[in-house]
């Protein structure tokens, strides 16, 4: 086994301060949509949280496209519904049969095809739904129809929350339990080779 540096600073420090984010918009939209007692900070915290997250998601954007890390999102599409069924199981039966995970981390693929996809789909499709929406609720929220924004607003969140919770589930499935956290706080990650 091997140390391999799969997470670079700027992928960590990224990584992070967009779960803190994710945090504050959880809470601050939940404390919005039951109009809680601090709606003024509420909306306040909600407004610049979402503010810098769309910056963060357009650093995110052009990191991918002038790194390295761009080869982790290029699907091949050969054998991907095999392996999406295949990487499936595992996180669903085979995980807790203690069979080996079908697509360990490689310093080339440091993605499995099911989370390849996922993180597609929602740093390329959801994300943008939801910094769109909300820049529609933020700036021009007389001119559009405003229950059109508020329901694709809600529902992408929702998306996005159900992605954070499978992606606490997929943090576990390392060699020990802690060993994916650890690489995303120090960078490097155990590699079978």
Known sequence: MKKHYLYPLWIRLWHWTNALLCILLIISGVSLHYGSQAFEIS?????????????????????????????HYKIKFKGLFKRIVQQSYYYGIGIFKGEPHPYPVSAEMKFNSLQQLTYIAVMYGLMPILIGSGL????????????????????????IILFMVTHL??????????SNFRAMITGWDNIND
């Open 169 to 178: 589930y997929i943090i576990t499935t390392g060699d020990t339990i802690l």
């Open 43 to 71: 909306i306040s915290i909600h407004n610049i949280s979402g503010i810098v997250l769309s910056i963060l998601w357009l650093i995110f954007i052009i990191g991918n496209m002038t790194s390295k890390n761009s080869q």
């Open 136 to 159: 529609l609720f933020l700036f021009f929220v007389g001119t559009f129809n405003i229950w059109l924004i508020a329901i694709t607003h809600l529902i992408v969140a929702y998306l």
